[in-house]
T-cell receptor, first 113, second 115 residues
Framework: DGGITQSPKYLFRKEGQNVTLSCEQNLNHDAMYWYRQDPGQGLRLIYYSQIVNDFQKGDIAEGYSVSREKKESFPLTVTSAQKNPTAFYLC????????????FGEGSRLTVL | AQKITQTQPGMFVQEKEAVTLDCTYDTSDPSYGLFWYKQPSSGEMIFLIYQGSYDQQNATEGRYSLNFQKARKSANLVISASQLGDSAMYFCAMREGVGAQKLVFGQGTRLTINP
């Protein structure tokens, strides 16, 4: 089935550790996104990539890094510089053209202990 | 300034009643798109409905319709004949400009359907 796979679903980390969240899509979409969601809040854009080997900062990029070496993959690293990393992270992709609808993965919940 | 405003943090509705979730937006771009997503407790985001700024008619998808009032900059979601499975968070989002690359989301409304 076509879709977006995020892993792990739940992740715990100690303060000061970097952690990488995986996002893989087999929809052949060019654009991919990472959003952060805090409890009871909307989604805020961290990074997005419109094409392989290129990505742009979103509204809250500080403390995060990404790479886009393959069309299918857009991993997000939460670094120790991120002051409040505990959150729900959603990956999405978008096909070229169309309305701009985003297709989402099931999310990864990161808890910093 | 907030691009997307959802003023109802929570709503409670009896099963089978219709419900309207409010969304207002702010943009100076004549070309934009408005989206509604549903987020159940499991966390995934489910696309419900889309309205383009140049669309002449209000969008409809099954029990979902979008009450688009361009002059008022509002794009309210109407769910007819609500069901228990409609209980979830609902987010309004906007794409600004032709070929715009990102969506901006509102804060969401938590809808609870009572039996």
């Amino acid at each position: 089935d076509g879709g977006i796979t995020q892993s792990p679903k739940y992740l715990f980390r100690k303060e000061g550790q970097n952690v990488t969240l995986s996002c893989e899509q087999n929809l052949n979409h060019d654009a991919m996104y990472w959003y952060r969601q805090d409890p009871g809040q909307g989604l805020r854009l961290i990074y997005y990539s419109q094409i392989v080997n290129d990505f742009q900062k979103g509204d809250i990029a500080e403390g995060y890094s990404v790479s886009r070496e393959k069309k299918e993959s857009f991993p997000l690293t939460v670094t120790s510089a991120q002051k409040n990393p505990t959150a729900f992270y959603l990956c999405a992709s978008r096909p070229t053209g169309g309305s701009g609808e985003l297709f989402f993965g099931e999310g990864s919940r990161l808890t910093v202990l | 300034a907030q691009k997307i405003t959802q003023t109802q943090p929570g709503m409670f509705v009896q099963e089978k009643e219709a419900v309207t979730l409010d969304c207002t937006y702010d943009t100076s771009d004549p070309s934009y798109g408005l989206f509604w997503y549903k987020q159940p407790s499991s966390g995934e985001m489910i696309f419900l409905i889309y309205q383009g700024s140049y669309d002449q008619q209000n969008a409809t998808e099954g029990r979902y319709s979008l009450n688009f009032q361009k002059a008022r900059k509002s794009a309210n979601l109407v769910i007819s004949a609500s069901q228990l499975g409609d209980s979830a968070m609902y987010f309004c989002a906007m794409r600004e400009g032709v070929g715009a690359q990102k969506l901006v989301f509102g804060q969401g409304t938590r809808l609870t359907i009572n039996p």
